[in-house]
């Protein structure tokens, strides 16, 4: 069983930056694939971004590449995600999950933690 907690979320302006975390309890951490998805009003949740339990790997959606970066630290159980030139369109609910590949779809995740809200304004 993992619980995950996320934090970091608010408002910021268009080309700001936000840094989200995710706090892991339970144990074996770095057997997990973390990602992070996210979910604007009236839409599906999409995919953003994952990484492998060594941090060796990582995939983003196009409408993220380059501009945000995942990363993780198994020491903290921790996962991270750096979102620079922020858009007004990367306003939604951002959600870590755990799961044990790196996969692009939610079902392909186990464990979800319950939020954090990030609002860019133009």
């Known amino acids: 069983q993992v619980q995950l907690v996320e934090s970091g979320g608010g408002l910021v302006q268009a080309g700001g930056s936000l840094r989200l975390s995710c706090a892991a309890s339970?144990?074996?951490?770095?057997?997990?694939?973390m990602a992070w998805f996210r979910q604007a009003p009236g839409k599906e949740r999409e995919f953003v971004a994952t990484?492998?339990?060594?941090?060796?790997?990582?995939y983003y959606a196009d409408s993220v590449k380059g501009r945000f970066t995942i990363s993780r630290d198994n020491v903290k159980n921790t996962v991270y995600l750096q979102m620079n030139s922020l858009k007004p369109e990367d306003t939604a609910e951002y959600y870590c999950?755990?799961?044990?590949?790196?996969?692009?779809?939610?079902?392909?995740?186990?464990?979800w933690g319950q939020g954090t809200q990030v609002t860019v304004s133009s």
């Open positions: 999950a755990a799961g044990p590949n790196t996969r692009s779809s939610y079902g392909g995740y186990d464990y």
């Open positions: 339970g144990r074996s951490f770095s057997w997990y694939a």
């Open positions: 990484i492998s339990g060594g941090g060796g790997s990582t």
